[in-house]
C-alpha cells in the first residue's frame, strides 16, 4: 500500500526566505510523486511530478522538488517565498502508470509574513 | 480544453434529501477519481472509475453513497439520504493512462447539509 506524510501542519516564512515543505512516501513500487497547490475555495493545481525521469523536478511558480530514493522523500522548496506563495500545499503518490488513484498527505498550509 | 467541470458549485440541502453532484472530465482522460474535502480528514479517495468501469470503491463511506459513470464524459456521485455529517468540498479529478499519470481536478462542489 502506498502513503504520504507531510511533516508540519502548518509552515511559516518570512517574505524572501526559502520554502521548504517536507514529504516522505511509502510505496511498494517505484512510485510517481506529485506537489500539488490549493488556493482558497479552488480545487488542487499541479505544481510538479516525479515519474522516474530526472530526480530534480522543476515545477511552475519557482518551485523545485527532489526525488530521494535513499531517504524516500520529495520535499518541495522555493529558493524565495512571495505573499502569493501563501496556500495549502499536497503531496501526493501513485504506484505508477496512468489511471491509478492518488494517495494525498494531509497537507500543509504555508503562511508567508512581511 | 475547459478542464474538469463539476456541478453544481455550491449545495445546500436539507437531512434527508437526495444530493446529485455532476462531474465532466476533460476529453480523453480515461480514468476519474471522487475525492472527500473535510477539515477533519483532510483528502479521502471515495471512488476511482477506469474506463468507466468502479476499480476501487473502498473509500465510499457507506451504502448513502453510489457513483456511476455511464460513459466517458459523465459521472456522478449520489447521497441518498444525506446527513449533516455528509458536509464537505467533493472533488472529482480525471487523469489519462498514457504517459502524463497527474490527476486534473475540477473546482469542487462544496455540500452543506442542514
Known amino acids: 500500500a502506498q502513503s504520504v506524510t507531510q511533516l508540519g501542519s502548518h509552515v511559516s516564512v518570512s517574505e524572501g526566505a526559502l520554502v521548504l515543505l517536507r514529504c516522505n512516501y511509502s510505496s511498494s513500487v517505484p512510485p510517481y510523486l506529485f506537489w500539488y497547490v490549493q488556493y482558497p475555495n479552488q480545487g488542487l493545481q499541479l505544481l510538479l511530478k516525479y515519474t522516474s525521469a530526472a530526480t530534480l523536478v522543476k515545477g511552475i511558480n519557482g518551485f523545485e522538488a527532489e526525488f530521494k530514493k535513499s531517504e524516500t522523500s520529495f520535499h518541495l522548496t522555493k529558493p524565495s517565498a512571495h505573499m502569493s506563495d501563501a496556500a495549502e500545499y499536497f503531496c501526493a503518490v501513485s504506484e505508477g502508470g496512468g489511471g491509478n488513484k492518488l494517495t494525498f498527505g494531509t497537507g500543509t498550509q504555508l503562511k508567508v509574513e512581511l | 480544453d475547459a478542464g474538469v467541470i463539476q456541478s453544481p458549485r455550491h449545495e445546500v440541502t436539507e437531512m434527508g434529501q437526495e444530493v446529485t453532484l455532476r462531474c465532466k472530465p476533460i476529453?480523453?482522460?480515461?480514468?476519474l477519481f471522487w475525492y472527500r474535502q473535510t477539515m477533519m480528514r483532510g483528502l479521502e479517495l471515495l471512488i476511482y472509475?477506469?474506463?468507466?468501469?468502479?476499480?476501487?470503491d473502498s473509500g465510499m463511506p457507506e451504502d448513502r453513497f453510489s457513483a456511476k459513470m455511464p460513459n466517458a464524459s459523465f459521472s456522478t456521485l449520489k447521497i441518498q439520504p444525506s446527513e449533516p455529517r455528509d458536509s464537505a468540498v467533493y472533488f472529482c479529478?480525471?487523469?489519462?493512462?498514457?504517459?502524463?499519470?497527474?490527476?486534473?481536478f475540477g473546482q469542487g462542489t462544496r455540500l452543506t447539509v442542514v
Open positions: 476529453s480523453g482522460h480515461n480514468s
Open positions: 479529478a480525471s487523469s489519462s493512462s498514457g504517459f502524463s499519470p497527474e490527476a486534473f
Open positions: 472509475f477506469n474506463n468507466n468501469v468502479p476499480i476501487d
